[in-house]
C-alpha cells in the first residue's frame, strides 16, 4: 500500500446524553477517573488508549462511536482514502493544543476518525 502506515486505533470517542450518569459508568468499567474532565468532553487514558465521552454527540453530530486512527500525515492520509473511495465527512481541523482531526466514510457509509498529533 502507498503511504505511511497507521498507529493504530488509539482513540475511541462515544456521544452520550448525560455525561455525568455515562461518566460513572466508564470510570467504573477502565477502573480509573477521567483525565480531562469538563462540561463538553470527559477524556480516560487507559493502557495507552483515549476514551472520550461527547455529549450529544458534539458539534461533529455523533451518532455513534467512532474510532480514531492515529496516522503521522493526515492530509496523506485522507488523499488515499479518498483515492480508495473514501468521502470527507469533517476535513482535517485543529482541535487544540496541535490535534487535527479528521473523518471520512467508508463506502457503506460507517464513520472512521483520523488524528494527527503535531
Excluded at 1 to 20: F, I, Q
Excluded at 45 to 71: E, N, S
Amino acid at each position: 500500500m502507498p503511504g505511511v502506515s497507521t498507529e493504530g486505533a488509539k482513540t475511541l470517542l462515544h456521544p452520550v446524553s448525560d455525561l455525568t450518569a455515562a461518566k460513572k459508568v466508564y470510570a467504573a468499567l477502565l477502573g480509573v477517573e477521567p483525565q480531562h474532565d469538563a462540561p463538553y468532553y470527559v477524556g480516560f487514558d487507559v493502557a495507552g488508549q483515549h476514551i472520550g465521552l461527547v455529549p450529544g454527540g458534539g458539534p461533529q453530530g455523533m451518532t455513534t462511536p467512532v474510532a480514531y486512527w492515529h496516522v503521522p500525515d493526515i492530509e496523506a492520509r485522507l488523499a488515499e482514502v479518498t483515492a480508495a473511495g473514501g468521502t470527507v465527512r469533517e476535513p482535517a481541523h485543529d482541535v487544540g493544543g496541535g490535534r487535527l482531526v479528521a473523518t471520512v466514510t467508508d463506502p457503506d457509509g460507517n464513520v472512521l476518525g483520523l488524528l494527527q498529533d503535531r
